[in-house]
């Protein structure tokens, strides 16, 4: 198999996710969801009635420069509300931020959001797998 078949192939596995997500049926919002954990790994997930995409950020009372960010579905009443929580035995001052188009709160990450091109994308690098691996 070539580098590029090679290429494409790891572009289709890529894109794959994505096009099954658009595909799904609507019940809500489809947002990004990631713990406070960090690096974030991000995951999509179906938003109930009554929640939008958000992100909640916040800073630490007692640690100077301790930061943390959470992306997920919120509820609505939260929207660009502050707040004080406890993370690891750590109280934070957190800020809930809204949007309320599908993976909006992916902008937080500065990546490129999804667009609904992504089946199509999928059938060309599909079909150009397969081409490339027949043409090797």
């Not at 179906?46 to 909640?56: D, L, P, V």
């Not at 509820?75 to 809204?98: E, G, H, I, M």
Request: charged share 15%; glycine share 6%.
């Amino acid at each position: 198999m070539t580098h590029t078949a090679v290429t494409t192939l790891l572009l289709t596995v890529s894109f794959f996710p994505m096009a099954l997500c658009q595909d799904a049926g609507k019940q809500g919002l489809r947002c990004y969801r990631c713990g406070f954990d960090q690096p974030c790994v991000e995951t999509l997930v179906n938003c109930s009635e009554g929640e939008r995409c958000g992100t909640i950020s916040g800073h630490s009372d007692y640690k100077v420069h301790e930061s943390i960010l959470r992306k997920d579905c919120v509820p609505a009443q939260k929207c660009d509300s502050n707040d004080k929580l406890t993370y690891w035995n750590n109280p934070f001052r957190v800020t809930y931020s809204c949007c309320n188009t599908d993976f909006c709160n992916r902008a937080i990450s500065g990546a490129p959001r999804p667009s609904a091109t992504h089946l199509p994308m999928l059938l060309v690098a599909t079909i150009l797998a397969i081409l490339l691996t027949f043409l090797s």
